[in-house]
């Protein structure tokens, strides 16, 4: 693994990264990584030859290899994260891990329990680090608010979560099998992990049961656009989550700092005309979204840097209600209305935190011993709620669940250190009550 322990000095390179799967979600890797002080990029991986030759463009010091197996063969690399299609994280994580190397998956951890528990065999047998990763649900507000619900908070008990999120996620462009079901496409695969992790960390992590209901009426796309979910936990909380990722309204528009953009920055106009382009056929997706990969004309990360107070975008509205008041994101953190009033609680720059604080937390752990808290069994945890929500639709019946886990005690402490912003200020959060 030789990780070079020379904390402070970058140039070690002393975590030291490959990414394999080089399109749009790396995109948000690669600036995270460009703005950690302990994490360097060293090399990535894809199978296509253009998207290598933009990304040695752009990262001309870093070596680029046509498969996990050529990036896995590097010593140089000490951790690999995976942000290749679905379908294909199971076998590239254990690939990683047989290869010694430490592994960041983005999310959804995979498709199915039976390959989590390879996952998760693959790293403790080589004695690597696992991170289920990428996910808002670990977002800095979402964060706040479970640190602002723990016992012994003015707030009590968090009694009920609502997530509601209105995107324009079906109109991006998409691969074919983004789109596709059984290849691990689709709304509650790629985007479900987001709802399920913040619920889950609100909650305390242990889901009993989940009743839902998946629905797909866009006939241009296939997967499912829609689920509206219900989750009872152990200790008598419960969660609503429900995501249209339609387009027609997005909750964007809701909150009062926002503005009618979709994920994709689109407004309704620009959103209706992708529509009728996705219905005659005139839209060219490969080349659209090939623009948002790396070196494209369109990265979407980019797009989604520039918004500094934050947006509701694919976690959505989200409400929790505690014993003593309630909790709700203001445009930089977090509106707590309790007792006193109503306090704004800010936790910093929502956008500069997305990957950050993964590689944050894989250095802390391999470097400081620190332990991992979104490791292989949580993320099992919200892949069994998200196929839950698949089975409940499809029975029309609630779904009991078996691999359930809590959150680890130090999950909440490591998890607000872990940002960008709290780098800094953590011990100097300024509270205004109105
Ligand atoms: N699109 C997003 O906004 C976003 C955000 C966060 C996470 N993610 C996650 O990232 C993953 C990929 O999604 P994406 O939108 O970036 O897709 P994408 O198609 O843009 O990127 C996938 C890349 O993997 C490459 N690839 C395919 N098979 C490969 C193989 N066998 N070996 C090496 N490379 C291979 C493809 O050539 C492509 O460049 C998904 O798991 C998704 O959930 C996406």
Known sequence: MGLAMCVGDKSNGFLRFGIVGLGVGATAVFSALSRSRYS???????????????????????????????????????????????????????????????????????????????????????????????????????????????????????????????????????????????????????QSPHQIDAIRLLCGGKVDSVRAHVGSWMPERQAPGFFTAFLQFENGAVGTASHNAYGHLVTSEIVDWGKDVGISGCDVKQRAAARTALRNRSLDEDALKDSMRVGGAAPLFDTLKKRRAWLPLHLGLTFVSCDHGDLRHSPHGVYMYWDEGRTEVPVGDDASWFGFSEIEELYRAVAMGEEVYRDGYWGMATLEVALAIQQSSESRKEIKLRYQTGIRPNALKAASRNTPHNSNCVGCLKRKTQ
């Open 40 to 190: 360097t990029l060293v090399a990535g991986a894809d199978t296509d030859g253009h998207v290598r030759r933009r990304f040695s463009e752009r990262f001309p010091d870093s070596r680029a290899y046509e498969s996990i197996e050529d990036l896995c063969a590097d010593d140089s690399i000490d951790a690999i994260w995976i942000s290749t299609p679905n379908r294909l994280h199971a076998d590239h994580a254990v690939t990683a891990a047989n290869a010694k190397k430490h592994v960041i998956i983005s999310k959804p951890m995979t498709t199915t329990l039976g390959d989590a528990e390879r996952i998760i065999e693959a790293c403790e047998r080589n004695q690597v680090k696992l991170i289920a990763g990428h996910s808002l649900g670990f977002s800095p507000a979402i964060t706040e608010m479970a640190r602002l619900t723990q016992p012994g908070q003015a707030l009590g008990q968090v009694r009920a979560v609502q997530l509601v999120a209105f995107t324009d996620w079906m109109l991006l462009p998409r691969t074919a099998e983004e789109v596709d079901e059984k290849l691990g496409g689709g709304i509650i695969h790629r």
